[in-house]
């Protein structure tokens, strides 16, 4: 790896072909902020990543013709700039990105933040290894900021220096994300959820108010284990106080196996060097038949709305999308190979404006992320039920139950009638 100055770096930097852009906490804002100064030398430039923190300025309207957008998940900081053209949306299981960055998708450069290499010469991905560890083994460049804030993380995003062509140094902190407030809906839902997870059970959660809910009713269970695509501050109070301990997993037991974290610096400093934990690429561990090889493994996702028959739309709202496929499937399809695993849909009976999430039929332009056939147990803050192994006029009854109480009449005379 050779260090340049930041008057340096801008000879480097790519001016066309395919880039990726390493994310979550681990965007590498420096590099992406001298991309920008250099726009007007860019042509068609695409950067592809899962979602970013920060401004995604490159996806501004000015920055036609220097710069294209293919986003795997859909941040925050993008939704509001997707056209579907020049800032677009590849709808992709999280467990198959590496394959299309090894083939389709195979970069041409990589943008990374990584820590600074120990005295044998290896660096960490970090927060962030997930689909990076593969862009950057396929990439012709690549080039990282190298900050000292990044945590060492041990698995496979350990980096040789050697791996990498051109180093920038920094010195910032990395982006975070606080934790949201948990209404007692959420508190509500989260005791339905922990109510169904055994002690021993294997979890995978996310980000959001219902998992931190469901990690805040799980303080008295038992020898958990974890094999996650990503976990937040959350999941912190489990691991610190024993109720973690990966001692039933099949799958590196005693390891918490996740391929990227985000959340605050406690995460960060908590993840740094720490020997209880596995950074693994998502290729590994979302692939369903490892998931299934962990017993009594409980999947636990969210979705946008749920229609009668259990088609799940998890990542638009009608046709505008505000996330991505993720790892929703890999974990349900896993959930339903391991022995006594279960897979639950989380989420509130209303949205914040009173519409229900439980429809007769999904919005018009609506992804199904998860089919009917998959969908397992659902959960609201009315209870929860399982759909596998229903018919349809089974789960339609289990799930206007399952609905806002003012919502039922309605729901079940919209079943009738279109039923």
């Known amino acids: 790896m050779k260090m340049l100055s930041s008057a340096a770096i801008a000879d480097v930097l790519p001016t066309r072909g395919r880039v990726f852009v390493h994310g979550a906490a681990a965007t590498p804002h420096r590099l992406l902020e001298h991309l920008l100064a250099n726009a007007a030398r860019c042509e068609e430039l695409e950067l592809m990543h899962l979602h970013t923190m920060g401004e995604a300025a490159y996806c501004r309207p000015e920055y036609a013709g220097q710069f294209r957008c293919t986003n795997f998940f859909v941040g925050a900081n993008v939704r509001g700039l997707l056209d579907y053209s020049r800032v677009d949306y590849l709808p992709c299981f999280l467990s198959a990105i590496p394959a299309l960055l090894r083939g ?14 120990d005295a044998a010469g290896y660096c960490s991905l970090g927060t962030s ?13 690549r080039i990282a900021q190298v900050n000292p804030q990044m945590p060492r993380t041990l698995g496979e995003g350990v980096v040789h220096v050697s791996e990498i062509d051109y180093g920038l140094a920094v010195d910032q902190p990395l982006s975070e994300a606080s934790p949201e407030r948990l209404s007692d809906t959420d508190r509500q839902i989260g005791r339905h959820i922990a109510a169904l997870v055994d002690d021993g059970a294997t979890l995978q959660v996310g980000i959001g108010s219902i998992p931190n809910a469901v990690l805040m009713a799980l303080g008295d269970h038992q020898h958990l284990g974890v094999h996650t695509e990503m976990f937040s501050d959350g999941l912190l109070p489990l691991l610190q106080r024993g ?42 561990v ?46 349900i399809r896993g959930a339903a190979g391991s022995a006594g695993g279960k897979a639950i849909i989380a989420l509130q009976a209303r949205t914040k404006h009173g519409r229900s999430r439980l429809v007769a039929r999904l919005q018009h332009g609506a992804g199904v992320v998860t089919t009917r056939g998959d969908v397992d147990y659902l959960v609201t803050e009315y209870g929860s039920a399982q759909l596998r192994g229903k018919t349809m006029g089974e789960r339609a009854r289990a799930l206007i139950q399952l609905a806002h109480p003012d919502d039922r009449e309605g729901l079940a005379r919209a079943w009738r009638d279109g039923g």
Request: aromatic share 6%; charged share 20%.
């Open 129 to 141: 290894v997930d689909v990076a560890r593969t862009a950057l083994r396929m990439a012709g460049l």
């Open 243 to 284: 109720v973690v301990t990966n001692r039933h997993k099949r799958f590196h037991p005693g390891k918490t196996v996740t391929s990227f974290v985000s959340g605050t610096r406690a995460l960060f400093d908590f993840v740094h060097a720490n020997p209880e934990l596995l950074f693994l690429g998502s290729d590994t």
């Open 286 to 331: 979302n692939d369903p038949t490892v998931i299934a090889r962990n017993p009594q493994v409980v999947a636990i996702n969210s979705a946008v709305e749920v229609d009668l028959s259990g088609q799940v739309c998890a990542d638009s709202i009608g046709p505008k999308v505000i996330s991505g496929f993720g790892g929703q499937l890999d974990f």
């Open 104 to 117: 389709s998708k195979r970069p041409d450069a990589c943008l990374l933040q990584i820590s600074p290499p």
